[in-house]
């Protein structure tokens, strides 16, 4: 299930636009967006935080992140929904407001949530990507699954917290998929091949030895 949908500018972090009509997977109405906003930006504001797709689990829920252009989207899932179906959710999302708002229209605001009114487009994206069985006919699973093994998304771990402010410190952890070439071969040095050399001859004398001496006790009989 998708909890929550945000969408910020990528220079500022500006919070442009979000879910405003959101329910817990609980039944709950409400979440805590301060918490929510700040775990965000403490992941964004971090210099090693990848540039691409990343995605933070903590205990309740994950938060993925999608980089766009001029903007980043995040949506925030229970901790079952599918991975691929959540960045297929923001891959959306990024489509629809690209091609509602132009990058001098996002460079323009100047308020948060300053294009508050896309939250009538997330809203039935989000409600059909929550009822996964409507999703058959609408996007291409086996693709977007390729697509994410060739650039698999980075996970974000936090790692300690200050208890002052309650912050947390996060820390990129680079995927597991191997992506790329694979490692080649070190050259035999000169030793190494002296020594294959020296021990092929070893055992070809070895192999004449045995063969004249079974010549020989031929002979004699």
């Known amino acids: 299930m998708i909890v929550y949908a945000l969408i910020l500018r990528s220079r500022d972090l500006l919070p442009l636009t979000s879910t405003t009509n959101y329910q817990c997977s609980n039944g709950e109405s409400a979440i805590d967006l301060k918490l929510i ?23 309740e829920k994950i938060y993925y992140f999608l980089p766009c252009l001029n903007i980043i989207c995040m949506g925030m899932c229970i901790p079952s929904y599918p991975q691929v179906l959540a960045y ?10 690209t091609k509602k708002y132009d990058r001098y229209k996002v460079e323009q605001a100047l308020r948060p949530y300053n294009l508050i009114e896309f939250d ?37 771990f936090i790692v300690e917290t200050n208890s002052s402010n309650n912050i947390c410190t996060p820390q990129v952890i680079p995927p597991t998929v191997r992506v790329g070439p694979l490692p080649t071969l070190e050259p035999l040095s000169f030793i190494d091949k002296a020594s294959i050399v020296f021990t092929f001859c070893l055992i070809l004398n070895s192999v004449l030895m045995v063969m004249d001496t079974l010549r020989s006790l031929t002979t004699e009989v």
């Open 88 to 97: 297929s959710f923001l891959e959306e999302l990024a489509g629809e407001f």
């Open 120 to 156: 009538a487009t997330i809203h039935p994206i989000q409600q059909t990507y929550n009822k996964p069985q409507q999703l058959t006919s609408r996007i291409n699973l086996a693709e977007i699954t390729r697509d994410i093994s060739l650039d698999p998304p980075q996970e974000v």
């Open 37 to 59: 906003n700040k775990i965000v930006k403490n992941v964004l504001k971090r210099p090693n935080t990848p540039k691409n797709k990343c995605f933070l689990r903590t205990n």
